[in-house]
């Protein structure tokens, strides 16, 4: 029982993480119709940046920062040159394009800081709570993790809900030609859109870094387990890729303590197919049509 | 048999029986390591070709291909150790095997559009290769299976070189599967798997299955990757985890770009760029003296200025932008110098 709780709990701090990973894949396939393949690479690049500012001994939370900031303007830079060009292409040349993005930073990666996996520090202590003369699975760096990914869902709500710019990136992605005649700059829109999601992944990166350590491909499976989220959320709402990620953190959580860690990835790969073959469109998702 | 299939089976043996004589001269020729990179080439070949029937003919984007691979390959090694068959059956077993995982992703992958089947084979690719670790005593860990290298047969004389035996038996699968996708390619089926990759409602109501085409072609492709797993095994002599990593998927995607996305001939090239690159990125760099980190990655940082470049600059690949530009200097100089207008694709 003691076990079950600690796997919970563990699960809970986990699907904060994938939560966000998801939030970042769902925010541009809303905009653009595109699913960031590159994702994996951009949030590895910026907890590579994140790394060698603290690393050079500056504090941790400018080192979070920096992360936070590289992310905004890496998504933005990469829809601006590469990937505005692949919108509206058939779905191959953007999956092939942001594909080839993800394993161009990788490499990009491997030559500035080596393949060797490097630590991360966590914001906080990753020690258990001490709650009856036992440590249970959640620290104060879990609950860091989770205060701040409900502060970020928070934050995206209000943008979406009550700004200017949120009505008018809402209105790009439902409608474009519409919004396009309504004067909004559609364009500017999917850019702030893929800065805004970039910025999300380059939270989950440094988030999950200091459990799967700092190298090229060791955010690999960050990306599988933040599609299965989106997949189980419908892959079109944020407030589903959240649950979805919260549904995934626990799952896994499981799969991980009973069936061993290395498990999990095809655990999830279990997850997605079976979330696709029954409820293709997501958990939460009413009846809808094909347009033929 | 009608008269039209049995001239493309015809023609299709005649190639594969010239290439196949082509390499038999070349492979006598050259050194033991070029003989190496030829047995590579082809069960890059037999993988890349696999990809571009499912890719390009259907329309079905697969990141998993490097984990069917290590099916092909794990399954070689553990039938091989088992039985004492010829290579051949050991590496058809190992080919079926790989074709009924192929089935069960296939059949998922049914149900998934584009985005959702690249997503979910991107999880095999990842998830795969730890199960080596999670069953290291029946996988081996990270450290694999070894494979006993194939003897070449006492016929052939005492001193006759393994290396050029095993290129022989790469080849004489590359030509195999050659033949058997180019024939399928023409037949009812390759008609089928255009037709659903270019338009599904249009197929379906032409009376074509869809999804019944869609497993076919993630079948018929698995069953290569297999294949290719297996030789990968004959000639590097192990199955390990760390040769089927994502990169090894992506690679081999690389390559169908490369060869153009759906022709069996630009398939050729894909596989000869996937093997000859590292090894120029190696030389450039030694030749440069570039630190060992950014000679680790040149070539993959290659793949991804390649995966990038060709969508956005050709959209065809390298085999359809030759073939295009040759187009147009014929109709340049058949229109004489008359002015030309510009067509839209």
């Known amino acids: 029982m003691q076990r079950f709780v600690d796997l919970t709990l563990n699960g809970i701090a986990n699907g904060a993480i994938y939560a966000a990973a998801a939030l970042s894949l769902v925010l541009i396939w809303r905009a653009t119709r595109i699913l960031n393949f590159a994702q994996a690479g951009m949030l590895m690049f910026t907890t590579f940046i994140a790394w060698t500012v603290i690393d050079h001994g500056v504090s941790y939370w400018l080192g979070f920062l920096v992360a936070l900031a590289s992310g905004l303007a890496m998504g933005a830079l990469v829809e601006r040159t590469i990937v505005r060009r692949v919108e509206g292409a058939p779905p191959l040349n953007a999956i092939i394009v942001t594909l080839g993005i993800l394993v161009l930073l990788q490499a990009l990666a491997g030559m500035l800081w080596g393949s060797t996996p490097r630590s991360f520090p966590p914001a906080f202590s990753i020690r258990g709570y001490e709650i009856g003369g036992h440590a249970v699975l959640f620290s104060r760096f879990d609950l860091f993790t989770v205060l701040v990914v409900a502060a970020v869902m928070a934050g995206l709500v209000a943008l979406f809900s009550w700004t200017s710019l949120g009505l008018r990136m809402r209105a790009s992605a439902f409608e474009p030609e519409v919004a396009r005649l309504l004067g909004v700059r559609v364009g500017d829109m999917f850019t702030v859109g893929w800065a805004l999601a970039s910025l999300v992944g380059s939270l989950a990166g440094v988030l999950v870094a200091p459990s799967v350590f700092v190298s090229p491909n060791s955010f690999d499976a960050i990306l599988v387990f933040g599609f299965t989220a989106a997949v189980i959320g419908g892959l079109d709402s944020p407030s589903g890729a959240i649950v979805g990620g919260g549904l995934l953190g626990l799952a896994l959580s499981y799969v991980s303590g009973y069936a061993g860690s290395e498990t999990v990835t095809l655990g999830a790969l279990a997850i997605l197919v079976a979330t696709l073959m029954v409820r293709p469109a997501g958990l939460f998702a009413g009846p809808r049509e094909r347009r033929v | ?345």
């Open chain 2, 1 to 345: 048999m009608t008269g039209v299939a049995r001239v493309t089976l015809a023609r299709n043996l005649a190639i594969a029986a010239a290439a196949g004589v082509g390499l038999w001269v070349l492979t006598s020729t050259v050194s033991a390591y070029a003989n190496v990179q030829i047995a590579t080439m082809a069960y890059y070949f037999v993988a890349v070709a696999g990809l571009t029937v499912l890719t390009g003919q259907n329309g079905q984007v697969s990141l998993g291909h490097g984990a069917l691979m290590a099916v092909g390959a794990y399954a070689t090694a553990k039938i091989g150790e088992a039985v004492t068959w010829p290579l051949a059956a050991v590496l058809a077993a190992a080919a079926l095997l790989t074709a009924i995982a192929g089935l069960l992703v296939g059949a998922a992958a049914a149900r998934l559009r584009g985005p959702y089947l690249a997503g979910a084979t991107l999880a095999l690719a990842v998830g795969l290769p730890a199960l080596a670790t999670r069953f290291s005593d029946f996988l081996g860990a990270s450290n694999g299976l070894t494979v006993a290298p194939p003897i070449p047969p006492a016929s052939l004389g005492a001193t006759f070189p393994l290396e050029r035996w095993q290129a022989w038996i790469a080849c004489a699968g590359a030509l195999i599967a050659y033949v058997l996708l180019a024939n399928l390619m023409r037949s009812g089926y390759g008609r089928a798997f255009r037709a659903v990759r270019d338009d599904e409602i249009a197929a379906q109501l032409a009376g074509y299955h869809v999804a019944r085409t869609q497993v076919v072609a993630f079948v018929v492709s698995a069953a290569c990757a297999g294949l290719a797993g297996g030789l990968l095994a004959v000639v590097t002599s192990v199955a390990a985890p760390g040769a089927f990593t994502l990169t090894l998927s992506v690679a081999l995607l690389t390559g169908v770009i490369l060869g153009g996305l759906g022709s069996l001939a630009g398939a050729v090239w894909g596989a000869a760029a996937l093997v000859l690159l590292p090894s120029w990125s190696d030389d450039l760099s030694g030749a440069l003296s570039l630190s060992s980190n950014v000679q680790a990655n040149l070539a993959l940082a290659f793949y991804g200025l390649v995966l990038i470049a060709v969508i956005l600059v050709a959209p065809h690949g390298l085999q359809g932008a030759l073939g295009k530009a040759i187009g147009r200097m014929w109709d340049q100089r058949r229109r004489g110098r008359a002015p030309r207008k510009e067509e839209e694709e």
